[in-house]
C-alpha cells in the first residue's frame, strides 16, 4: 500500500481520501460498490453535516468493531474522517500529512475520537 498518495476527493488509485480508500477497500476485500461521498472544499464546515448523512443512510448499518467495517472517526472536533478495519482492533486510514497508515482503535490518539462502526449492507 506504500505505492498509495493522498489527495482531496481521491477515488482513483492510486490517489485517496479516507473515504476513498474506504471505498477501495470494500472492493477490493468484499467486491462491494458503496455510496459515494465526496465534497468540493475539504475545509467547509458543511462536511461533517454530508459525512453524517452519507453514513446515516439506509445503506450504512451500526455494528460492532470487526474486519470489513468502517470506523466514523472525529478529527477538529468534526465527524469527517474515516478509516477501514484490518480486525476489531485496528484500521487502516489516509490522511495528507501521513499517508496511509495503520492505527489502534483504542489508542489514545484516536480512543475518544471514534464515533461508531459501520457495516456497508
Known amino acids: 500500500m506504500i505505492d498509495i498518495k493522498y489527495r482531496p476527493n481521491g477515488r482513483e488509485y492510486p490517489f485517496f481520501d479516507c473515504y ?3 471505498k477501495y477497500m470494500y472492493k477490493k476485500e468484499q467486491n462491494k460498490e458503496i ?6 472544499d475539504p475545509d467547509d464546515p458543511r462536511n461533517e453535516k454530508y459525512f453524517i448523512e452519507s453514513m446515516n443512510s439506509s445503506k450504512w448499518v451500526e455494528c460492532e468493531p470487526c474486519k470489513g467495517a468502517t470506523v466514523a472517526l472525529r478529527v477538529n472536533g468534526h465527524v469527517s474522517h474515516c478509516g477501514y478495519m484490518i480486525n476489531d482492533k485496528e484500521f487502516m486510514h489516509i490522511m495528507n500529512a501521513t ?4 492505527a489502534k ?8 475520537r471514534v464515533v461508531g462502526f459501520y457495516r456497508y449492507d
Do not use: E, P, Q
Request: charged share 30%; net charge positive; hydrophobic share 45%.
Open 99 to 102: 499517508g496511509v497508515v495503520r
Open 20 to 22: 476513498g480508500l474506504v
Open 35 to 40: 455510496v459515494d461521498f465526496d465534497y468540493k
Open 105 to 112: 482503535v483504542n489508542s489514545v490518539k484516536w480512543k475518544n
